[in-house]
């Protein structure tokens, strides 16, 4: 893929589908902070348990994880990840999925690049396909709303059950702790 870490990003997220909670933990070098968990500014990280199977790891301001892919593609070996990166400037996004010790597909996309512009590598979910045309088909040629941003949300909620958009909604019982770089405990 032809991206940079240009500015951080402002909001990231981690799914993983068998694999303990503690393990990824683990593997990202995040520790437990407290269970009194708020959805506020106040956290850097959070994991939970979404209704879907998936546990999740929420990481406002990079909070200290890995950037680079090989943490991931390493945690893999024990299920399916899928990591979902929100930049603040320009509002680019990634997402990846991971399985079997390996990076299986990344999806990017850059508005500098033309609101529905899109870059596929690796084999993308089998949701992706349909989910684009729906997506293109529903935007008109010359409108300057970020659908190619929409796509890579809907195919992280397809496949995990969760959209980072709807954080505001994901309140206990599924909060599992507030989560933190462990050389920072």
């Not at 708020?38 to 209704?51: C, I, K, N």
């Not at 892919?69 to 990846?96: D, I, W």
């Not at 349909?130 to 970020?146: F, G, N, V």
């Not at 909620?157 to 959209?163: A, V």
Request: glycine residues 10%; aromatic residues 10%.
């Amino acid at each position: 893929m032809n991206y940079d870490r240009r500015m951080g990003y402002s909001l990231g997220w981690i799914a993983a589908k068998g694999i303990h909670p503690r393990e990824i933990l683990k593997k990202l070098g995040l520790g437990p902070r407290s269970t009194d968990w708020e959805l506020d500014d106040g956290f850097a990280a959070a994991g939970l348990r979404l209704p879907s199977g998936w546990y999740l790891v929420i990481i406002l301001n990079e909070a200290g994880v890995p950037w680079s892919a090989e943490p991931y593609a390493a945690l893999s070996t024990m299920g399916v990840v899928v990591r979902f990166l929100l930049e603040r400037e320009p509002s680019a996004s990634l997402a990846q999925g991971f399985h079997a010790g390996a990076k299986q597909w990344e999806l990017w996309h850059d508005p500098e690049d033309g609101p529905a512009a899109l870059q596929v590598s690796g084999t993308p979910p089998e949701c992706f396909e349909a989910i684009r045309q729906k997506r293109l088909a529903a935007e008109p040629s010359d409108s300057p709303r970020t659908c190619g941003l929409d796509i890579i949300i809907d195919v992280c909620e397809s496949l995990t059950g969760f959209r980072y958009d709807k954080l505001p909604e994901v309140t206990m019982p599924y909060v599992h702790l507030n989560i933190g770089p462990t050389d920072t405990l």
